[in-house]
């Protein structure tokens, strides 16, 4: 770019010019002009998904693409996301508007008579005059040359807040060059006595023309207009430019200079937006509700990278903050069972753990809050179930067959002595599942292991459990060795492997990996909420009592549908409270480890109580004193 275009003093003294001949302005007036090299520059380059965009912080849910060249047909464009605004001849189709799903095109190319029809910055203009609001969504505009018509389009979607409120806004300078420029681009210079401005005001719009257009005009001249162009970068140039021309220092006012890291919808088109700003929540939130209007419904400041601050703006969200902490705890990873190491506040105003921070990003933060606030229907959860026992159905199956046709672990590691160890059925299912379940787990979990139960447990109100999975066990619910007619007491080291491996097996799968997946969606316990049943603990339990019921049939006997007998149906609702009880113990605890430790007990309670009770029985026998008769 030019030395014109580069030097900061060079726009400066070109502005003065303009006011001293045309504005008429009064000396007291020019004196409190800001100089051009401490006009704050509004726009940036930010690289999302590996291109290039602009966008202004006081606009932060619009951003500009510039691909030159790109042409789209009308198909293509009836087809755009929601909220796409192209301009100036991508879109192979005329002036185009569609308010219900909000796709415009501000064109006057294809599709319309040049003659009769606005420019692209004058049809946007126009929209914003006529109250077109940009403030409830994310915004993408799409141009293909940024030539000085397209630039002042840009400008005026970017800064559409200011000009909506006719803020600072040089509107004497600014509607005559918009005028002109239009009058320009359509028709030509010859008939620019058309805009049927005064001579006075059509040199001044034309000198700024030319300024502005001057790097333009100089590359096209020698070749250079093209792909090898930064269109961005010169985008965001002549925009500074404009800033510098058409806003009065004096009223400027405090900057509008919140930085958007983030940004989900939220239930009745509200919106959360998770901020970066130097000033608190309480001084931004009327900057919020001017930038995202009456969309914005919870704010979440970032004061260092690891601390934030949670405000819920609108007080009818259907939601409170407290399912945003509930959900967020579930989230981070630096969340342990402690009072002050929590995401938690009031029901308006909260924050992140104030120990060691969050490890939380911008963007999971802001996709918790939508989580939090969403609600699934009755036919999304099913099909989450449905997922979930496609799962389970296949892990079992996998195990099922791989250990009754593939197990030679004696002929893998040529070690014979281990078949004489893990020769057991049940040994060899549970280390098939063990290793089948770690496929899922890999796959589902994109490593939030902690959501899966997989961390150390917290708190210790689950012991209260123990009890009650005791007798579930005795009930049925919970498969122990010594029914088996291969198993003796004295065969110890075989029915502690299989009572250890078994259990552990059938927790990883149902209260880690199952119960994790379930839980993405639902509302569980943690160590320190109320004692209630969730979904994940309801839908578990239910694979759970039927793998459980089901169990037999995979290692001595021939499936037969016909041979479920009412002693089955006694198994599975035992089954089926045992693992609620183990579902309740996962959820507080955070860890699926708590529960395989109560399940362990309980299966060796069922191996070990009753020879212990015979045994002190007998003792008890022989010891009490003989009644002669």
């Not at 018509?149 to 600014?174: K, P």
């Not at 002595?417 to 280390?431: A, E, G, H, K, M």
């Not at 060796?604 to 212990?612: E, G, T």
Request: charged content about 20%.
């Amino acid at each position: 770019m030019d030395s014109e275009r580069t030097d900061p003093k060079s726009s400066s003294n070109f502005l003065g010019k303009v006011d001293q001949k045309n504005i008429g302005e009064s000396p007291a007036r020019k004196n409190t002009r800001m100089p051009a090299a401490e006009f704050p520059n509004r726009y940036s380059i930010r690289d999302i998904g590996g291109e290039k965009v602009l966008s202004c912080i006081e606009a932060p849910n619009l951003t500009v693409q510039i691909k030159f060249g790109l042409s789209v047909s009308a198909a293509t464009m009836n087809k755009s996301s929601p909220g796409t605004i192209y301009l100036d001849g991508v879109a192979q189709n005329g002036p185009f508007l569609d308010n219900a799903r909000q796709i415009y095109n501000f064109d006057h190319h294809e599709g319309c008579v040049r003659a009769f029809t606005l420019s692209t910055c004058e049809q946007a203009l126009v929209m914003l005059k006529k109250g077109f609001d940009l403030r409830g969504r994310e915004w993408r505009i799409i141009a293909n040359d940024p030539d000085l018509d397209t630039v002042l389009a840009i400008w005026l979607l970017l800064n559409h807040i200011r000009i909506s409120e006719q803020e600072s806004i040089r509107e004497h300078i600014l509607f005559p060059l918009i005028r002109l420029e239009g009058a320009i681009d359509s028709l030509g210079l010859e008939l620019k006595t058309l805009t049927a401005l005064p001579p006075a005001q059509i040199n001044q719009s034309q000198r700024i023309i030319d300024y502005l257009r001057s790097t333009e005009v100089r590359l096209k001249k020698d070749g250079k207009w093209g792909e090898q162009i930064d269109f961005i970068a010169y985008v965001a140039d002549i925009l500074h430019d404009i800033d510098q021309i058409m806003y009065e220092p004096h009223k400027f006012g405090k900057l509008l200079g919140i930085e958007e890291l983030a940004r989900v919808n939220l239930p009745d088109n509200r919106v959360a937006v998770v901020v970066q700003s130097d000033m608190g929540i309480y001084e931004i939130e009327p900057l919020l509700k001017k930038i995202y209007g009456s969309s914005i419904g919870l704010a979440i400041l970032r004061r260092t990278p690891t601390a934030y601050t949670l405000r819920q703006i609108d007080p009818f969200l259907r939601g409170s903050l407290e399912d945003v902490y509930e959900k967020l705890n579930f989230l981070d990873p630096a969340v342990k069972c402690r009072t002050r190491d929590r995401w938690g506040g009031s029901s308006d105003i909260g924050g992140s753990p104030r120990d060691q921070g969050t490890k939380l990003t911008p963007e999971e933060i802001a996709k918790g809050c939508r989580e939090a606030f969403q609600k699934y229907s009755f036919v999304q959860q099913t099909l989450q179930f449905f997922l979930v026992t496609v799962s389970a159905v296949g892990a079992l199956a996998a195990a099922e067959l791989f250990s009754g046709a593939h197990w030679h672990p004696g002929k893998w590691f040529n070690a014979p002595s281990l078949n004489t160890i893990v020769f057991d059925p049940y040994v060899q299912f549970s280390i098939a599942l063990i290793f089948f379940t770690t496929i899922i787990l890999a796959v589902v979990s994109h490593r939030r292991l902690w959501q899966f139960g997989i961390i150390s447990p917290v708190g210790k109100n689950w012991w209260f459990i123990l009890p009650a999975a005791i007798l579930a066990a005795f009930a049925g619910g919970a498969w122990a060795p010594v029914e088996h007619p291969s198993y003796r007491i004295p065969d110890i080291s075989r029915l502690l492997l299989s009572g250890m491996l078994l259990p552990f097996a059938s927790e990883y799968l149902f209260r880690g990996v199952l119960h994790g997946i379930l839980a993405q969606k639902s509302k569980i316990q943690s160590c320190s909420s109320k004692f209630f049943i969730s979904w994940p603990n309801v839908g578990t339990a239910l694979l759970y009592a039927v793998f459980l019921t089901l169990l037999p049939f995979f290692q001595n006997e021939t499936f037969n549908p016909f041979s479920i007998t009412l002693r089955h149906g006694s198994i599975y609702v035992a089954a089926f409270f045992f693992s609620i009880f183990l579902g309740v113990v996962r959820e507080r605890s955070h860890s699926f480890f708590s529960s395989y430790l109560i399940h362990l007990m309980a299966v060796f309670s069922v191996i070990f109580l009753p020879d212990l009770f015979i045994y002190a029985t007998h003792v008890f026998h022989l010891s009490w004193p003989k009644i002669p008769f």
